[in-house]
């Protein structure tokens, strides 16, 4: 696929050398035809649904009770929040997206093991844009032939009303497409009505107009280009297929030699293509699979469709191009039989890794706790003498409380003989154990002192524990702490060791 460049010659007497080769070859527009097959039907029902869950997504609810947002599918990011369906992510759980993300990529790798480029021929959403912007420009301009004649047609007034009708087509398309991607981040409906009355903020306005361009540059102008060009996966899939990887392959041990025909001639001594040049016609990207396997090859599997009814024409076995494995092809070019191995140790791999990934997040997800605690110790002073001696450490205590109702917790101490606490707003003397109450949904932070009588510690460091307690389901949440002290260090009212 390469072309190299030729070198300039250093004897000055040779004749010129012949022209060089360009390093880069102009853009040819690519003119796909329409075909119809079962792979031209399946895409379109991968692409339907696809585009239905996008658009509908956001105005799906879900009741989480009073003071919730009640949108199935949102990213609150003024909360801070993530919601999928009964699902609610905080901050502080972000490693379940991490979780989400990694899934994703071995999902990929096996399925890319397992049929090659099937994401991007049925499921990537540049595909998925780039078939629906087509299918309205065949709808306006026609398919391929007459496409080609509009373009190349001088400017008319009916050449200016199919293209203004396309391009405002597109760009309809394109703020559906940007408005929809709102939508995931604030309340539907609530936007929706803003956005129409001229109220949303700036931001809402620039991300759909953010998204409306990019949407109908990409789909609309750049289709293949960002394929080949923009795309990193293409690059590295390579090293995920191995020769039983199921790929869009031409057969040419039965396709060759090639040549012109009609129906009712005998293919005795010659190849099956009839050099129709159908298959490289409906290509998307305008790859013409005959000439091997090529970075810009999809794996849309139209050239499929498009061969098969060649071959129906001409009374000929489907399948000179078909999904198989380039060991399938070998084997069949040499007679042998068939020999398909979808279990194998790569694949096998993948399927133990996703399985031990998806059963680490639902375990995680269904066990998880809805009551965080943090404790940090103070940095300077790590301790203060108090005027009776005592040895007092202060602490910031936080719950969070990721629960739809309020909660009242009890804190007390252990691990120190007669230790006590006092909590700045919530208790003002010292004493032995306090009520913290928190907000429903809300995170509480307590600013809370310890003191102890100073023969109680063991050197610099005393082992403490915060025991905290859910006073309504009676769920205990511990935590060890270090309690500061002077050791052995002469007494100051205030230490840093
Ligand atoms: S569609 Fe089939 S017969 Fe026609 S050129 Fe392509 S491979 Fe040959
Ligand atoms: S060569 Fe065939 S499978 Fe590959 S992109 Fe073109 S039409 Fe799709």
Same mark, same amino acid.
Request: hydrophobic share 30%; with cysteine.
């Given at each position: 696929m390469t072309e190299t460049a030729t070198l300039p010659s250093r004897d000055r007497t040779a004749k010129p050398a012949e022209k060089a080769q360009p390093l880069y070859a102009a853009h040819k527009w690519v003119y796909s035809r329409n075909v119809k097959g079962p792979f031209r039907r399946l895409k379109w029902a991968v692409l339907g649904v696809l585009l239905g869950l996008y658009y509908i997504g956001p105005w799906l609810r879900w009741d989480r009770g009073p003071g919730a947002p009640d949108q199935a599918l949102l990213i609150d990011m003024p909360a801070r929040r993530a919601y999928f369906f009964a699902i609610e992510i905080w901050p502080q759980e972000i490693y379940y997206l991490t979780g989400l993300l990694i899934l994703g990529a071995i999902g990929l790798f096996f399925v890319t093991a397992l049929a090659g480029r099937v994401w991007c021929g049925f499921t990537c959403p540049q595909t998925v844009w780039t078939d629906l912007f087509l299918w309205a420009e065949r709808l306006i301009e026609g398919d391929r032939a007459a496409r080609m004649r509009l373009d190349a047609a001088p400017l008319s007034a009916a050449k200016a009303a199919k293209k203004g009708l396309k391009h405002g087509v597109w760009l309809f398309i394109s703020v559906a497409t940007g408005g929809a991607w709102i939508l995931y981040f604030e309340d539907a409906f609530t936007v929706t009505s803003r956005i129409f009355a001229g109220e949303a903020s700036t931001t809402v306005y620039f991300f759909i107009g953010l998204f409306t361009a990019t949407t109908y540059l990409l789909a609309g102008w750049a289709r293949e280009q960002v394929c080949i060009y923009m795309c990193p996966w293409p690059r590295f899939q390579s090293a995920m297929f191995d020769e039983h990887s199921l790929i869009v392959t031409y057969e040419a041990w039965r396709g060759e030699p090639r040549g012109k025909a009609k129906p009712g001639i005998s293919f005795e001594g010659r #190849?099956? @293509?009839?050099? @129709? #040049?159908l298959c490289h016609q409906v290509c998307p990207t305008g790859v013409d699979i005959r000439k091997g396997q090529?970075?810009? @090859?999809? #794996? @849309?599997a139209l050239c499929v469709d498009a061969c098969r009814g060649v071959m129906d024409r001409f009374g000929l076995p489907r399948g000179l191009i078909t999904y198989d494995s380039m060991a399938n092809q070998a084997a069949r070019a040499a007679g042998l039989p068939r020999r398909l191995r979808l279990v194998r140790p790569r694949t096998l791999a993948y399927v133990a890794v996703l399985s031990v990934v998806a059963a680490v997040m639902a375990a995680a997800l269904t066990t998880r706790a809805r009551v965080d605690v943090s404790v940090l110790h103070d940095r300077a002073p790590l301790y203060v003498r108090l005027s009776d001696g005592a040895i007092s450490n202060g602490f910031t205590y936080k719950i969070l409380n990721m629960e739809r109702q309020p909660k009242t917790f009890g804190l007390d101490l252990a691990g120190i003989e007669g230790a006590r606490l006092k909590v700045v707003g919530i208790a003002a003397d010292w004493v032995e154990a306090v009520e913290l109450p928190v907000k429903a949904d809300d995170i509480g932070t307590f600013r809370v002192l310890v003191r102890v009588e100073a023969d109680q510690l063991h050197g610099r460091s005393t082992g403490m524990v915060f025991r905290l307690k859910d006073q309504t389901t009676g769920q205990a949440y511990n935590h060890e702490v270090a309690f500061s002290g002077p050791g052995t260090v002469s007494s100051t009212a205030a230490g840093v060791p």
């Open positions: #190849g099956h @293509c009839v050099d @129709c #040049g090529q970075l810009a @090859c999809i #794996g @849309c």
